[in-house]
């Protein structure tokens, strides 16, 4: 069982930074890779960017690429989420998840534990 809970959301200009944390509970916290989604108003909820157990593999999505980095800290139980140049689209819930579906890394089905969300808001 792990339980995950998300901080660091706020209201941004466009071109601001944020960084994003997931605390996790659970011992076996290090076995799980470790991803974050986000969900805007009205759409489903998309896949972001996704880390493996030993942050030996990230993966992101094409709209992020070169703009957010995901880290973990396994001593720390904590998933990270750093966002640069963030763009009024940006805006959303950002969700963290656990999982241990390494070919499922970029969908939601992949992830069987997940946070509550924190919202992100980027102004232009």
């Known amino acids: 069982q792990v339980q995950l809970v998300e901080s660091g959301g706020g209201m941004v200009q466009a071109g601001g930074s944020l960084r994003l944390s997931c605390a996790a509970s659970?011992?076996?916290?290090?076995?799980?890779?470790l991803g974050w989604f986000r969900q805007a108003p009205g759409k489903e909820r998309e896949f972001v960017a996704a880390i493996s157990w030993s942050s030996s593999i990230t993966y992101y999505a094409d709209s992020v690429k070169g703009r957010f980095t995901i880290s973990r800290d396994n001593a720390q139980r904590t998933v990270y989420l750093q966002m640069n140049s963030l763009k009024p689209e940006d805006t959303a819930v950002y969700y963290c998840?656990?999982?241990?579906?390494?070919?499922?890394?970029?969908?939601?089905?992949?992830?069987?534990?997940w946070g509550r969300g924190t919202q992100v808001t980027v102004s232009s």
């Open positions: 659970g011992r076996t916290f290090s076995s799980y890779g």
């Open positions: 998840a656990a999982g241990r579906s390494p070919d499922k890394r970029n969908r939601a089905g992949g992830y069987d534990y």
